[in-house]
């Protein structure tokens, strides 16, 4: 059975930064797409960023473009998200996804910006 686990959320002022990392325990998930998404209070989950299987060609949400960096450590079969110049809009529980034969989520990290 598949795990993902987040880890790296927390609180940080405005312009901060924040790595988050999401590695899989279980199955073989080493060469699946591995993307970002979060939500926020009282809002549907949104997609975040994304990178590819094939080529590790990376996909990003309009709203994080140029200050969030997908990566991906196949060795370690993790996925990480760095978070710079965070703003208090980007406050929601961040998830991990791992997608190929099947589609796993993780249980989700809080990421809280104060303004």
């Known amino acids: 059975q598949v795990q993902l686990v987040e880890s790296g959320g927390g609180l940080v002022q405005a312009g901060g930064s924040l790595r988050l990392s999401c590695a899989a325990s279980?199955?073989?998930?080493?060469?699946?797409?591995k993307a970002w998404y979060r939500q926020a209070p009282g809002k549907e989950r949104e997609f975040v960023a994304r990178i590819y299987r094939s080529d590790d060609s990376t996909v990003y949400a309009d709203s994080v473009k140029g200050r969030f960096t997908i990566s991906r450590d196949n060795a370690k079969n993790a996925v990480y998200l760095q978070m710079n110049s965070l703003k208090p809009e980007d406050t929601a529980i961040y998830y991990c996804?791992?997608?190929?034969?099947?589609?796993?989520w993780g249980q989700g990290t809080q990421v809280t910006v104060s303004s």
């Open positions: 279980g199955g073989t998930t080493r060469t699946y797409t």
């Open positions: 996804r791992y997608t190929g034969w099947a589609d796993y």
